[in-house]
């Protein structure tokens, strides 16, 4: 499924068929989503034809994932603190249109082994709770 150049690049790592069904939330000490975008290997991103859309005045990072962006992911930064007073960020595939199913797994894991490597050189301590989220898909009949 992935590419082993990639792995072997450290650019991503091995993850579940459906990890892209999953949600990320990050509890980490790092106090913005700029300061993860600033860390991020975006010439990577852009090389792989990924699109990044810095809303930083929604405190959040848009990527376009899937074949001409047919995919969105987001970074967002959820209100409030953890127990420990660490920020929450919220990374997931939000929607795709593609009814033959999710295609963009190499794109999406590229984006997420970016973000969980930004973090972890701007807090060695973070961690991260991932969870299935359902995805409904419309499909029309013609």
Do not use: C
Not at 20 to 38: A, C, E, G, Q, W
Request: glycine share 6%; hydrophobic share 40%; net charge positive.
């Amino acid at each position: 499924m992935f590419d082993r150049k990639y792995i072997e690049a450290g650019q991503i790592i091995k993850r579940p068929g459906d990890f892209y069904r999953m949600k990320n939330v990050f509890h980490t000490t790092v106090p913005s989503v700029k300061k993860i975008l600033d860390k991020m290997d975006l010439e990577l991103l852009r090389r792989e034809k990924i699109t990044v859309d810095p809303q930083l005045d929604r405190q959040r990072i848009v990527f376009g994932v899937g074949v001409l962006d047919n995919a969105v992911a987001a970074l967002t930064t959820v209100g409030g603190k953890d127990e420990r007073g660490r920020y929450l960020y919220d990374f997931r595939l939000h929607s795709w249109r593609d009814t033959s199913g999710f295609s963009g797994d190499l794109k999406l894991n590229l984006v997420l082994t970016s973000i969980e490597k930004a973090i972890l050189v701007l807090d060695y301590d973070a961690d991260v709770q991932r969870s299935f989220v359902s995805h409904k898909v419309k499909t029309s009949f013609i």
